[in-house]
């Protein structure tokens, strides 16, 4: 069984900076791509970044320019930093990620629990 432990989520002021980390545990054999999304109250998720194996970055137009994904393979953990943040930032993020557990097997989707960012003076 494979499992999601994200971190970093808090409470930051209007300007700040966070990170967040996730990092996938259990049978992975090869993962196809690690991203964030995010859901505030009342909209629907949607997603903010993600890092696909060898492919290229995709950020939404609402955190380009002042937030980087990054990924660390030897430890199956992706990171979301985000800098110059705004209260419309303010959401569960939530990491997700897309992987095989054997060679040549199907793609799983997986997420991890949540974590509560919150931009506010």
């Known amino acids: 069984q494979v499992q999601l432990v994200e971190s970093g989520g808090g409470l930051v002021q209007p300007g700040g900076s966070l990170r967040l980390s996730c990092r996938a545990s259990g049978s992975i054999f090869s993962i196809v791509v690690m991203g964030w999304y995010r859901q505030a109250p009342g909209k629907q998720r949607e997603l903010v970044a993600a890092?696909?194996?060898?492919?290229?970055?995709y950020y939404a137009d609402s955190v380009k320019g002042r937030s980087t994904i990054s990924r660390d393979n030897a430890k199956n953990t992706v990171y979301l930093e985000m800098n110059s943040l705004k209260p419309e930032d303010t959401a569960v993020y939530y990491c997700n990620a897309v992987y095989r557990m054997v060679v040549g097997g199907p793609t799983i989707s997986n997420w991890g629990q949540g974590t509560q960012v919150t931009v506010s003076s």
């Open positions: 890092a696909p194996s060898g492919g290229s970055i």
